[in-house]
Structures are given as C-alpha cells and as structure tokens.
Nanobody, 127 residues
Framework: QAQLVESGGGLVQAGGSLRLSCVAS????????MGWFRQAPGKEREFVAA????????RYLDPVKGRFTISRDNAKNTVYLQMNSLKPEDTGVYSC????????????????????WGQGTQVTVSS
C-alpha cells in the first residue's frame, strides 16, 4: 500500500520560510512525477508545483514562482518544497501527490493526473 506523509508545516510570519517534506513508503516513486497542491479555507485545492521523475524539469503556479522550489531525493523517496518569502495568501493545507503514470514525458498539473495523495500539512502565514 503506497503512502505519502507530509511534514514541515507550521505557523510563520509573512516573509518567513518553511520547508515541507513528503516521504513515500510502500512503493518507489523514483519513476513518477511528484507534485504539491494546496487548499485554502473555503477554496478549491490548487496546483502549486511539480517535478519530473528525474528531477530535471519543474513547474510552478505563477504566484509562487521565484519564491518556492520543489526538489526530490529519489534515494530517500522524498520530495521537498522550500517556501521562501511567504505571504498570508500562501496559507492552506499543503498535500503532496504522486503521478498516476510512470515515466510520464511531461509534468502533470491537474489533480486528475495524480493517483497517490498524502493527508496534508497545515501552513499558516500571519501578516
């Protein structure tokens, strides 16, 4: 049974930083793209970032470009999201996800393309 577990969320002041981690178990995700999504209170879940299975390609939501960095360590079956210059509008539950398709030639940006999900970690940015 594949499992994704996020950690690293918390309360931070605007302008601060957090590093989220997502550890996979039950199967390897070394050949699957991985993504991060977030859901703010009262809003739908939205795509934040994705990284290809090799780590060679990344994709970001426009508002987080230049502030967030997604990376992965396949030896540790772990994906990271480094978040800098955080803003109150970054507040939400952040979830990592694993691509449904192995060795996809592109980067999945929609929820329907991901088959594996973590429970999420809360990120709260105060103004």
């Amino acid at each position: 049974q594949a499992q994704l577990v996020e950690s690293g969320g918390g309360l931070v002041q605007a302008g601060g930083s957090l590093r989220l981690s997502c550890v996979a178990s039950g199967r390897t995700f070394s050949f699957n793209a991985m993504g991060w999504f977030r859901q703010a209170p009262g809003k739908e879940r939205e795509f934040v970032a994705a990284i290809s299975w090799s780590g060679g390609s990344t994709r970001y939501l426009d508002p987080v470009k230049g502030r967030f960095t997604i990376s992965r360590d396949n030896a540790k079956n772990t994906v990271y999201l480094q978040m800098n210059s955080l803003k109150p509008e970054d507040t939400g539950v952040y979830s990592c996800a694993g691509d449904a398709i192995t060795l996809r030639p592109g980067l999945p940006g929609s929820e329907s393309q991901y088959a594996y999900w973590g429970q999420g970690t809360q990120v709260t940015v105060s103004s």
